[in-house]
């Protein structure tokens, strides 16, 4: 049974808080292992990976095989049935295109004092992508981190994912051909990861590291966070669904449960003001538990962690719904853009009753990677501007510096920078 | 003396990299009694800031002195001298107005399939900012924080600046005042950052934290990123000076001297391709640190992190600068814009012999705080983009369902995501 609060309890505000506060993940400390492995490829290259690699994944590589070659990738897109293949392009274009809109555009401009400032945006010279391994090794992931990349103009996009006992998902490979990404290794875990972040004999370093991963791939990227730049790490999945009671129950509860199946620490959430709708959703989910390949972890997920809230009215839904600030936000109701006009804090929004919250995983365009754990509050999903960075521009000439410069001495002055003050005076004969 | 590099050296790449790879701050190990702290002020709240206020900063505060009384704000901006006053007025106007510019745009629109999508951004509720208290509470770093939170349309700005033994910076609050902040409080250190974070009696708690610190500071707003946001954790300063012999060798020497005197661990860099006009910057720089009266802190910066790296031509400087990335990159040639042009990496850019970094610092309009210790390479200085996060939009109708939705269930067939396919099929009766 997921928990369920009601506004109009006297203990709704208590409950509220114990439901935001509710730690679901259990990080295992494994910051000291993580510091020897990264330790040892960078101080031993190529052997620490082969090493280690034959521990942790049970596959023996030599220098030679740690890439997978040109031959592997295309003969695993070959080998993807036509209806796959068609699927992954349609989710490749419509990603592509609109995170073509997200690309900044520079700005340079001459003030009235005859100032020239701007800013100029730059691409990151070069990411590494970490996809799992195993049932996690998914193909739309490669998709949503590559692409921003892509289309942020990274020139350099090196790929890692593990090959426990030499399988590799011959789909990870064809979406990374589809995104034109060649350079693939078969390395995963931290050992991976450090050897974007310091290089080895094989590995040439890069400069930003982006993808999910396990604990061990979350401590190391944390870890090497200066060398190299990192993405967000992202926490277990979670949904909100804002919903009147004029939604068909079961269409809800398939949504809650969408989220539900990912990991049993995973968060659905529904927001109704209707009690009798909320029962009835209930009861579709557990009918619908029972027919899912993934029921069991999404039976946990939605026992332990799932929740109802019912409220008076859909007035209160907004304030409450910004406090959990959640990565999805599916708002099933009449009039969905005037609620969302009323919300501020969501990763990812999902208007009117047609809009699954899985059509944004995969087809939508809009990206997949998006802030969890509350962190909507502050932050926002995998973008271009991920993959760029911005420089300052400032230009003057004589007449400006005259005009300007002696608010920067006595500025330099009351701070007491002598040497600030001067590098201008001395341009002034002052 | 500076170390002297020179690119046809035949260990000219082993030494670059040894200067890229110097440790040049030693990062005290705080961590434990930062936790400490931490846990104290979230368990005690006040009383545990007015304890440890009394220990660390020598000051003697009630739950009600906590807060700068708006008249003690008034007086210290009445008290502030004219041209002072004038001063941070034209710098806060200039940094107001470029910021300005920063504002990213919302997106919606509707696609060939009539998909609707978008991106909509919103401010970050309520900002901490933090001032360091002592010799480094500058004015400037208070406009330079507030003001791109202010343009972003942040609602809530706190900020926070310890008093040793009672003393506040006048200057600090007249900056505030001029920013329009008015929450102020008088507590430092790790206890700021934690009252911050998770709030108190008397402080609200703010979803994000920004501004700089020492190690105290930092460590703390590393453990509570995720309970709120925080900006990039910055390194001592640095600037990378790019010169032909034509300039003033007193000019740039003034230039590298304005970084070295913030901090030992400051670094100044001056890349020339005459070594003559190396000798005569490196002659200059020793005459000028006579003067400065904080001589002693650019002496020893300027000797064991300085560096001139003297090229055979300025053809080799854009590839050098980029894997130095430096934080601040002076442009002081004949075509400042042909080299930038050709360089990618860095936090701001001073383009030509008429603007000195130090404009950058206080007046220019650009914010003074930027990338360090090589990240510039993957980040970005502080921005309206700091203080806003974004919505990725959604919305679908039946047709468009119909259209994408065999898509979507195709991928979360391959991906083995059950739950994630019914969520579509089941709107369309598959």
Redesign the interface.
């Known amino acids: 049974m997921p928990s369920r609060l009601t506004s109009t309890d006297v203990d709704f505000e208590a409950k509220f808080r114990a439901l935001l506060g509710a730690k679901r993940e259990s990080a295992a400390d494994v910051d000291d292992a993580v510091r020897a492995i990264v330790g040892r490829v960078r101080a031993e290259g190529d052997a620490a990976l082969i090493d280690l690699t034959r521990r942790f994944d049970g596959l023996e590589l030599t220098a030679d095989t740690l890439r997978v070659e040109s031959d592997e990738i295309d003969a695993a897109f070959q080998a993807t049935p036509p ?2 293949l ?3 392009r ?2 490749h274009e ?1 990603i592509t ?2 995170h073509e ?2 690309r ?1 555009k520079d ?1 340079r ?1 001459v ?1 009235a004092l005859g ?3 701007g ?2 945006w ?4 070069s990411v590494g992508l970490y996809v799992p391994g195993g ?1 996690a090794s ?3 992931s490669v998709l949503m981190n590559a692409v921003p990349a892509k289309v942020a103009g990274v020139e350099r996009i090196a790929m890692t994912v593990p090959a426990m006992r030499g399988a590799l998902n011959p ?1 990870v490979l064809a979406a990374a051909k589809i995104c034109g990404i060649d350079e693939i290794y078969r390395i995963g875990g931290a050992q991976a990861v450090a050897a974007f972040a310091y290089g080895t004999e094989t590995i040439s370093p890069v ?2 590291i982006v993808g999910p991963g396990n604990a061990y791939v979350a401590a190391a990227k944390r870890q090497v966070f ?1 060398t ?2 990192i993405d967000m790490i992202a926490g277990p999945s979670e949904i909100l669904v804002i919903a009147d009671g004029a939604n068909d129950p ?2 809800i509860a ?2 809650l ?2 989220q ?3 990991d049993t620490a995973a968060q659905s959430i529904l927001l109704t003001d209707d009690a009798a709708f909320a029962d009835a959703v209930e009861a579709a989910a557990e009918r ?1 538990l029972k027919r ?3 029921g069991a972890t ?1 039976s946990a997920s939605w026992r332990d962690h799932g929740a109802i809230i019912v409220v008076a009215s859909l007035a209160e839904a907004p304030a409450l719904s910004d406090r959990i600030a959640p990565e999805h936000l599916e708002l099933a109701v009449e009039d ?1 853009d005037g609620l ?1 006009a009323k919300l ?9 009753r ?14 997949h990677v ?2 969890t ?1 509350r ?7 995998l ?1 271009v ?1 991920d993959f760029v ?10 007449e ?2 005259r005009a ?5 001495i ?3 002055r ?11 005076a ?2 002034l004969n002052l």
Chains 1, 2 share one sequence.
């Open positions: 209806e796959t068609q699927a992954l349609t989710a419509r295109s609109h809109r997200q900044p700005d401009y003030d100032v020239e400032l800013s100029r730059t691409a990151v010279e049932q998914y193909p739309s789909l400069t930003k200066g190299v730049g079961d269409w398939a949504d449960l969408s539900a199946e990912h619908q899912l390949s993934r999404a969905p969302f501020r804090n969501a990763g990812a929004v999902f208007l009117g047609h809009t699954p919250e899985v059509i944004g995983d995969y087809v939508g365009g809009s990206n998006l802030p754990a962190s909507a509050r502050f932050s926002s999903g973008s501007l960075k911005r420089t300052s521009i400032l230009k003057l000439g004589p400006q510096l300007l410069g002696p608010a920067a006595e500025l330099a009351v701070e007491g920078l002598d040497a600030h003050g001067r590098s201008v001395i341009r």
